[in-house]
């Protein structure tokens, strides 16, 4: 199975494509889709598609794993903004007809380290530890995006 997690933000997106075979985990392809600052919303959500559009059709993943919204009522803008980024992810995951799930952050973190309070620092390790990298990657957003398809790998595997 071929998992596609992507951690959708409006200036930093990221992503990881991963393998499951025979119980082992490969790592296909991981990155980032940046947008820049100085480009209008409907620009930058549109950057966003197309990239996120680009890497379904190249690399064919045959699930898009993507973290449930969660809005703190401190910051209600943050969660709007985050929410039109999810939504041209979702409208690519239906336009290449690539089935979408969603987890709850606590889940993916209970699913790789048992625990559902887990730092980004104990996110990063255990992905890198899972995925056998040699460092860490640069972008927090990219490990995330992992973790994501990591974790569905689990859930899936434990249903099974």
Known sequence: MRILGVDPALEITGYGVIETKNNKLRLIE??????????????RLQNIYKQITDLILETKPDILVLEKLYAHYRHPVTAYILGQA????????????TPLVEYASTRIKKALLGRGLASKYQIQRMVADILNLKSLPRYTDVTDALALAIAHSYIVKVRI
């Not at 999810?86 to 007809?97: D, E, F, P, Y």
């Open 86 to 97: 999810r939504g041209v992810i979702c409208l690519a995951s239906a336009k290449t007809n």
């Open 30 to 43: 991981a990155g980032i889709i940046k947008t820049s600052k100085k480009d209008t919303l409907p620009q």
